[in-house]
């Protein structure tokens, strides 16, 4: 058990170096001038090359990386080019706002996903079978940020019932759209996905076995067949908060929610680099720990895993 | 009865690519949908015929029009940009000239000299039967065009998908060992980085513009695919077609690529199609952000973007909602198609 913790730990490590490696060379890459982005673009050229010895821009790709990779190691994200805020304190102040949403959005899509797909598996084929595949494909095909074009089209601009954008310490409700936006997707994938692992698992002979027994049918699916039936459910619930967890980009982007993705994306549009790369590396960690945690749950959970 | 054994005979001689397409056919939804798919590919194909109008063509005269508008108008002649001129009440004509009001209720007129003419008559109907956008575009024309960029990142992207994909997965899960190793690392490396950070920084590296978008989309999205490539060649290497292969002295190139990878290439198809569907939504997001296709190339994407701002206020409400139903309707057409090939490519299933 130890050593499978101590690999995957090992491994964890390296995913988020070469992660770190990639954002560098992409933030390398990209065409524009960070000297120039913090002194604007008139700036004349002594303040820029002294700007650029002081960030070490004027060594090459090399040392920069080698510098990039140290000062990283050691916990320091730098600064904001925009803004001189230290990159991690931004950070921090963010993760309270996505990882609201998140949860909730997950709890939501988790709630009312399980719960479709349990009433949709009862009677295959039914009419509310139908309904509840309908509803689900559906919000595996529309976009993100349609949906949330959509409610803020319905209950914000015509309703006027709920705001359009904004946080929560405005007020409980300014979550309420943009949790229902980011819970959609998740929750048809939830549904289709206990829909069919309820059924695989209603035809095993130890359902047979507790119907015969004479147990009602509510205990048969909560205490037996959904129990099992979960295994699947979970997966999906752990990578769709790995995923959300790390940063809500569009929605979060669209309701104007303070979280880690709207600093993300504000960042990449205004090619704020250290910015770009804390959000990054920020995502990846929550994804590796959380994909890592997992793992090990699952180590621990069924015995079937081999730990090697 | 006679005839029925009959029909096994002949049976026994189809392909399991038949079976395949029988059984896919056999799922009404999917099989509808590959028909809008074709359909659509057709009208994207041959979208300069079919349109009405130029989908850049821009008539401030009849911004956010709603459905069905439809407007006398004269064109002038002349060279580059179609230059037309509405007619808000027409007064009279005569030998050589017109007269009329003009949307700013100015009476004026046009010598029929200068005026594109056909069949002696020089004032044409123009109808707009989706409206028109903010700049007095045609929107049936503009989700025409729009139809050939959504297509095009669905199979560019997926083209570049699946050959990396299976590249990678097939490298990775038949030599195992330290290139397996390697490989995984570089495949759990892109599927940690959040992927919409990693598709706007590679366009924002390669510029703004409409393959850079595919590009940037298809360099994300083989993860999925080398995964499950690899896992596949991680089973089949130690099946005994393989072990025989293996036995004849074949080399690895053809045995990777001629007896595992046919193998392993239907739940490849499944993922793609998916693939396709999220790309799809990939670059209308994208495009949604002001990334991707660039004003005035009409995308889907762009046009809810374009529409969106406009939508309290505007009279057209289709401006955004046409385009969202388009892209809602080929996303959930290829997602049914890939069940029906879900259903139909997995032998488990045949009888």
């Known amino acids: ?308 | 009865m006679k005839r029925e054994t009959n029909t096994a005979i002949v049976n026994k001689r189809k392909s399991l690519w038949h079976y395949s397409y029988i059984r896919f056919k056999r799922h009404k939804l999917a099989f509808i949908s590959s028909i809008y798919l074709l359909l659509l590919i057709a009208v994207s194909l041959f979208a300069e015929i079919i349109s009405p109008h130029n989908p850049d063509r821009q008539i401030l005269e009849f911004t956010s029009k709603p459905s069905f508008y439809s407007c006398e108008v004269m064109q002038k002649k002349g060279k580059g940009a179609e230059k037309i001129i509405p007619i808000k009440k027409l007064i009279k004509e005569t030998n050589s000239e017109i007269y009329y009001i003009d949307f700013l209720d100015k009476e004026k007129s046009e010598v029929k000299a200068s005026l594109v003419s056909k069949n002696n008559n020089y004032i044409f109907k123009e109808t707009f039967i989706l409206g028109t956008d903010k700049f007095g575009r045609d929107l049936l024309s503009r989700l025409i065009y729009g139809a050939r960029i959504s297509l095009s990142v669905g199979l560019i992207s997926q083209t570049i998908a699946v050959l990396i994909g299976i590249i990678l997965g097939s490298l990775s899960g038949y030599f195992r060992g330290g290139t397996d190793r390697i490989i995984m690392w570089f495949i759990n490396v892109v599927w940690a980085f959040p992927s919409i950070l990693l598709v706007i920084s590679i366009s924002v590296v390669l510029g703004k513009g409409y393959w850079q978008a595919f590009v940037a989309i298809g360099l994300t999205s083989w993860v999925e695919i080398a995964r499950i490539v690899r896992g596949q060649f991680i089973t089949l290497k130690e099946s005994e077609y393989v072990e025989s292969a293996r036995a004849l002295g074949f080399g690895h190139t053809r045995i990777i690529f001629r007896h595992i990878l046919p193998n392993a290439m239907s739940p490849v198809i499944v993922t793609s199609t998916v693939g396709l569907a999220n790309a799809i939504i990939f670059e209308a997001s994208l495009s949604f952000l002001g990334l991707g296709v660039q004003p005035p190339m009409a995308s889907w994407g762009q046009m809810i973007f374009d529409g969106y701002k406009y939508l309290i206020t505007g009279t057209n409400f289709g401006m955004v909602l046409y385009p969202a139903l388009a892209i809602m309707l080929i996303v959930f057409a290829v997602n049914l198609i890939g069940d029906g090939l879900r259903d139909s490519l997995d032998p488990k299933l045949k009888k």
């Open chain 1, 1 to 308: 058990m130890l050593k499978f913790i101590l690999k995957n730990l090992v491994n964890s490590v390296l995913i988020i170096f070469g992660v770190l490696s990639v954002s560098f060379v992409l933030t390398f890459l990209i065409p524009g001038d960070p000297a120039k982005m913090i002194l604007g673009q008139r700036a004349d050229e002594e303040s820029v090359n002294s700007i650029r010895v002081e960030l070490g821009l004027d060594k090459p790709f090399a040392i920069q990386y080698i510098n990039f990779i140290g000062r990283t190691a050691r916990g320091n994200l730098g600064k904001s080019y925009l803004t001189d805020r230290d990159v991690s304190q931004t950070i921090l102040e963010k993760i309270p706002a996505t990882a609201l949403l998140s949860f909730l959005s997950i709890l939501l899509s988790a709630f009312f996903g399980i719960m479709a797909g349990v009433v949709s598996s009862k009677k295959p084929y039914s009419f509310k079978d139908y309904f509840f595949i309908l509803i689900s494909l559906l919000g595996i095909s529309i976009p993100q940020f349609v949906l949330a074009l959509l409610l803020i089209y319905i209950f914000g601009a015509k309703l006027n019932i709920l705001p359009i954008a904004g946080y929560v310490d405005n007020g409980w409700y300014y979550i309420v759209l943009p949790a229902i936006a980011l819970a959609f997707r998740p929750l048809a994938i939830i549904t289709r996905i206990t829909r069919t692992s309820m059924l695989d698992e209603l035809n095993k002979d130890y359902v047979r076995t507790a119907r015969a027994k004479g147990l009602s049918e509510s205990k048969i699916i909560i205490k037996h067949a959904l129990r099992n039936a979960l295994n699947p459910v979970i997966t999906t619930l752990s990578s769709s908060l790995a995923a959300t967890l790390g940063g809500v980009f569009f929605i979060e982007y669209i309701f104007n929610w303070p979280g880690i993705g709207s600093l993300a994306m504000d960042s990449i549009m205004k090619l704020d680099f250290p910015m770009i790369q804390g959000t990054i590396l920020f995502s990846a960690i929550v994804f590796v720990v959380i994909n890592f945690f997992v793992d090990i749950l699952y180590a621990l959970i069924n015995p079937k895993v081999k730990l090697g």
